[in-house]
């Protein structure tokens, strides 16, 4: 009897930990879009576009018209890191981030970055 009760028991608390792990996916899932700013000249040098799916897939778009680049990537979250990689590769980067109404903060090696949520 008490091996069913630490069974139910431990279902339920991984019941939990899975709900808090897809909710803060939800959060995220979506495309933000924003630009890298030249810190002296405050003059865009690079527009960036991110669609988090909700298969954990990552369009990363970087680049204006024809020097836009796009890369592929698979990405987890915790409470307060993006986790990212490539495809067919297991080496992760990741990068702390939060989400304040419509903007989505990245810091990544000394560099922040804001996107805003954007809604086709």
Same mark, same amino acid.
């Given at each position: +009897? $008490? ?5 139910? @028991?431990? +279902?339920?608390?991984?019941?939990? @930990?899975? =709900? !808090? =792990?897809?909710?803060? !996916? ?6 933000? $879009?924003? =630009? ?6 405050? $003059?865009?040098?690079? *527009?960036? &576009? +991110?669609?988090?799916? $909700?298969? !954990? ?13 796009? @890369?592929?990537? %698979?990405? %987890? ?7 990212? %990689?490539?495809? !067919?590769?297991? /080496? /992760? ?6 989400? /304040?109404?419509? *903007?989505? @903060?990245?810091?990544? /090696?000394?560099? *922040?970055?804001?996107?805003? &949520?954007?809604?086709?």
């Amino acid at each position: +009897m $008490k091996n069913i009760f630490y069974y139910i @028991i431990f +279902m339920l608390i991984l019941a939990v @930990i899975t =709900c !808090n =792990c897809y909710s803060n !996916n939800t959060n995220i899932i979506g495309i933000w $879009k924003g =630009c890298i700013i030249d810190y002296h000249t405050k $003059k865009p040098i690079d *527009s960036l &576009k +991110m669609e988090f799916k $909700k298969d !954990n897939l990552l369009n990363y778009k970087i680049g204006f018209g024809k020097n836009e680049q796009t @890369i592929n990537l %698979r990405f %987890r979250i915790d409470k307060q890191f993006i986790y990212t %990689r490539e495809l !067919n590769s297991n /080496e /992760e980067d990741k990068a702390k981030y939060s989400i /304040e109404n419509d *903007s989505l @903060i990245l810091n990544f /090696e000394g560099l *922040s970055i804001k996107l805003l &949520k954007y809604n086709e």
